[in-house]
């Protein structure tokens, strides 16, 4: 961004990159307010935090966090097959994308079950005998996973048109600013999964 | 230019038309426009919202309506007034319509976003006044949804919550669009310190918007969340804690006034040099302490919760702070008595307002201080001093630049004159009504009369009776601004292309402006507000 | 525009960088096994900041982009640590 900027007629993807970053920031303070909640709440209820932490499955945590790096990483390789004019490889690395994305809502889907069969769920008579800390903590998780999955499958949506787009021939070496932003994204909700699942599944 | 023959963008003929030429365009200005009638609207019913209220104190006792009634109004009269008007306001109409003159561009750098973004506002404001009429009644929590009452209302909070949601997004998006704009299409040879002192202030303003917003929006979703799902966040019978709700919706509504009065700023900024005909006194420092606003004003939330309980520490740190955010509040005074100082002066109704501004933003912007203090704050918190302060503020500060900035670039939108004597003698009768109106409020609120009560203590009556009078003479003036306007935009004499012998760029192109406003993108060689040839062009 | 072909990162970077995102939250995962008691939070903490950091500068590029990106994302940054500091204000000293 130089402080002398030339007006184009044409298409800026400049400024469509600007853009997509500036949204992101939006969403960091989006979660940001969940984070600084999670903060307070944690300082004052420390114990139980660790305690309800301790119900949660580490293992699903942590294959949810390899999937969902490697799917960072798939499609900012396919950016780079983009670029280089590498039309199936980009095809495979985002379908790639696609798959891990699915396996962690899958795994997600099995999480959420999981708990909702042990009468763990938002208003639950089990949540409401619970301490109040781990009342806390649970309503903190749901709310936050739950925003955060709402995210990736908005991400799924994202790479399944830009899937479409690159068959099509319209996102190409020459264009692929809808690609680049949303690897952005992707990559925003990876951010955000890299913190909550310390917070969340990590402290006990 | 004016002999040449050209198409405005009033005029201009696209792929739709009559009605459907105007809500599918994405040119900046038509859309800048559709905000105005829209926000126009909202504005005359939250005042007639107000003008109820101000009757039903006008005596002690139930005058008019009831107390769940009187809770409504005030309701829905802050959310309108709040979400729809000041916030959006002026960075919706003026940003939309002159950001992109200013800076020499054809249009916002992403219009069908703008376009968009128009319609979630007019979903969200269409959602706060179907609040009103579906289900369980209007909310009546306040416009700031303080908990636990929020959760427990058995009213449609719900509704007002999702309204400000989509509001806010509506905000965010707008913000985006800014300043993009304004970091990729400026015109060559524009730096950052030669761009005119509004399309300043909407940057430091989107700013604000981009980052505070979704603290807001994340906030008004755990509340509907608490609601429908009983979530424990907030709710102390859940283990939730109230107070970090107020926390929360301060980081965003703090910084939201300061939404509300960058761009208010902005627009005296533009008018003051055009009507004294000297450039601007300290540019770079009016533009410098846009940005100080903004920054400083982010971190001056807890102000509103001096009572609520929070440490001491915090509330001296608050304190210090709100303090420290008037200094550049003050500079920007200082630089507009100053621009005026020695010019050679034209009293326009757009002066007018602004000079109007100048004296209500002081008594605003001092009142404010007397809260910033720790130990006076205790004795005038929650009372009518409070609701006095805000609407000089707000109405005295933003409305007053909302009207100035009408009455300066009138002409250029419509490409009409308004009858210019009328415009000045409205103006007195709102001033006057302004000032008799709230003046009374400081004065009562200082004896102890609370705020948000349908009823008082007769020793109040005197001032609550002037406030009410005060408020039917405002409401008579605000009246004819508007039938002047409105009869100006259809039958006034047309407008030459400068009026007011202005310098910026947006005087340089026909009025009304052709739809891609600029025929040739003009190249800037020196700071804006240069009047003359024989003046020193510093830059 | 036609200079920007010079930023494709190859995807050996990318294999690379991944190793490392890997490798950080074995460490995160393993280091809970320990109890280190009131640092447990401060070490995943760190961790997951370097871990972001690594993800925003070589997936998301921010390497290669203008100045202007890298200290408008350091001062969002900033400032929403500024925001959690300035709330606990209140909440440490009550």
Same mark, same amino acid.
């Given at each position: ?31 940001g307010g969940l984070f600084l909640v999670y903060a307070v709440m944690r300082a004052q209820y420390s114990e139980d935090f ?5 119900? /949660? ?35 495979? /690395? ?101 913190? /909550? ?8 | ?54 009757? %039903? ?23 309108? $007034? ?142 509907? +969340? ?43 900024? %533009? ?22 606003? +903004? ?66 933003? $002081? ?53 009409? $004159? ?27 609120? $200082? ?68 739809? %891609? ?23 | ?11 050996p970077t990318y294999a690379y960088v991944l190793i490392i995102l890997l490798a950080l939250t074995t460490i995160s995962v *393993? *280091? ?5 008691? *009131? ?56």
């Amino acid at each position: 961004m130089t402080d002398h900027t030339v007006h184009t007629e044409h298409f800026d993807k400049e400024a469509g990159k600007l853009g997509m970053w500036i949204f992101l920031f939006t969403e960091m303070f989006l979660f940001g307010g969940l984070f600084l909640v999670y903060a307070v709440m944690r300082a004052q209820y420390s114990e139980d935090f660790h305690t309800a932490a301790e119900e /949660l499955n580490t293992f699903i945590g942590t294959m949810n966090t390899v999937f969902l790096l490697t799917s960072s990483m798939t499609v900012a390789m396919s950016i780079t097959a983009i670029q280089r004019n590498e039309r199936r490889l980009a095809l495979f /690395l985002v379908s790639l994308t696609l798959l891990l994305a699915m396996l962690f809502m899958v795994d997600k889907y099995f999480e959420w079950s999981h708990e909702f069969e042990y009468g763990v769920y938002p208003g639950s008579d089990v949540l409401k005998n619970m301490p109040h800390g781990e009342l806390l903590f649970f309503g903190l998780y749901f709310m936050m996973t739950g925003l955060h999955a709402l995210h990736v499958f908005v991400g799924m949506i994202l790479l399944t048109i830009n899937f479409i787009r690159i068959r099509k021939g319209s996102i190409n070496q020459e264009n692929f600013l809808l690609l680049e932003n949303s690897g952005l994204y992707w990559h925003l909700v990876d951010l955000i999964w890299i913190f /909550l699942f310390p917070l969340l599944y990590l402290v006990s | 230019m004016g002999g040449e023959t050209y198409t405005s963008f009033l005029e201009y003929k696209g792929k739709y038309k009559g009605l459907l030429a105007w809500l599918l365009s994405t040119d900046h200005k038509r859309i800048g426009l559709m905000y105005f009638y829209v926000i126009a609207v909202f504005f005359f019913i939250a005042a007639s919202l107000g003008v109820l209220m101000r009757t %039903e104190l006008i005596a002690p006792g139930q005058t008019i309506m009831g107390p769940q009634m009187y809770n409504g109004l005030f309701t829905v009269h802050g959310i309108i $007034m709040i979400f729809i008007i000041v916030i959006p306001g002026l960075s919706v109409i003026f940003g939309n319509f002159f950001l992109p003159i200013l800076i020499g561009a054809r249009d916002v750098a992403f219009p069908k976003l703008n376009l968009f973004s128009f319609y979630l506002f007019l979903t969200g404001a269409l959602l706060a006044v179907a609040s009103q009429f579906a289900g369980q009644g209007p909310p009546d929590t306040g416009w700031s949804f303080y908990v636990p009452y929020s959760v427990e209302s058995s009213t449609n909070v719900i509704f007002a919550l999702t309204a400000a949601f989509i509001l806010g997004f509506s905000s965010i998006l707008t913000g985006i669009n800014f300043i993009v704009t304004i970091h990729r299409m400026r015109a060559p040879g524009m730096s950052f310190m030669r761009m005119p002192l509004f399309p300043w202030s909407i940057y430091a303003t989107a700013w604000i918007q981009v980052l505070a917003t979704p603290i807001i929006g994340i906030t008004l979703l755990m509340v509907i +969340a608490e609601r429908v799902f009983s979530i424990g966040f907030f709710d102390p019978a859940l283990g939730g804690d109230p107070v970090l709700f107020q926390h929360l919706f301060w980081i965003y509504s703090h910084p939201a006034v300061y939404i509300m009065i960058l761009p208010a700023m902005g627009v005296v900024t %533009e008018i003051f040099p055009t009507f004294s005909q000297k450039p601007v006194f300290g540019y770079t420092a009016i533009a410098v302490s846009s940005l100080t606003i +903004a920054f400083i004003g982010y971190f001056v939330w807890g102000h509103h919760m001096f009572t609520s309980g929070t440490s001491y520490f915090s509330r001296l740190f608050f304190s210090l702070l709100t303090f420290l955010v008037a200094v550049p509040s003050a500079i920007k005074v200082f630089n507009w008595v100053a621009t005026l100082y020695g010019g050679s002066i034209d009293l326009k109704p757009p002066l007018l307002y602004a000079v109007a501004f100048i004296f209500l933003f $002081m008594i605003g912007g001092l009142t404010g201080l007397i809260q910033g203090a720790l130990a006076t704050n205790i004795q005038v918190h929650d009372t009518s001093f409070v609701v006095a302060h805000f609407h000089y503020i707000i109405f005295g500060g933003m409305g007053f630049a909302a009207f100035a900035g009408i009455h300066y670039w009138f002409p250029k939108m419509f490409g009409r $004159m308004y009858h210019i004597r009328f415009a000045n003698i409205a103006w007195g009768i709102i001033f006057t009504g302004f000032n008799l109106f709230y003046f009374p409020q400081l004065v009562i609120g $200082m004896q102890g009369m609370p705020r948000r009560y349908f009823d008082y203590l007769p020793q109040f009556n005197t001032g609550q009776f002037i406030s009410t009078i005060g408020a039917y003479i405002m409401v008579t003036g605000l009246v004819m601004m508007l039938i002047n306007l409105m009869y100006a935009s259809r039958k006034g004499a047309p407008a030459p292309a400068n009026p007011w012998k202005g310098v910026t760029l947006e005087w340089q192109i026909p009025s009304p402006p052709p739809l %891609e406003n600029f025929d040739v993108i003009p190249e800037i060689k020196r700071r804006p507000y240069f009047f003359g040839e024989n003046e020193p062009d510093k830059s | 525009m036609k200079n920007k072909e010079s930023h494709i990162t190859g995807y050996p970077t990318y294999a690379y960088v991944l190793i490392i995102l890997l490798a950080l939250t074995t460490i995160s995962v *393993a *280091a809970t096994g320990y109890h280190l008691g *009131a640092y447990t939070v401060a070490l995943a903490l760190l961790i997951a900041s370097i871990k972001v950091a690594t993800v925003i500068s070589y997936f998301m590029h921010l390497r290669s982009e203008s100045l202007f990106l890298k200290v408008a994302v350091s001062g969002v940054f900033l400032i929403f640590t500024l925001v959690i500091i300035i709330t606990f204000f209140d909440y440490l000293f009550r």
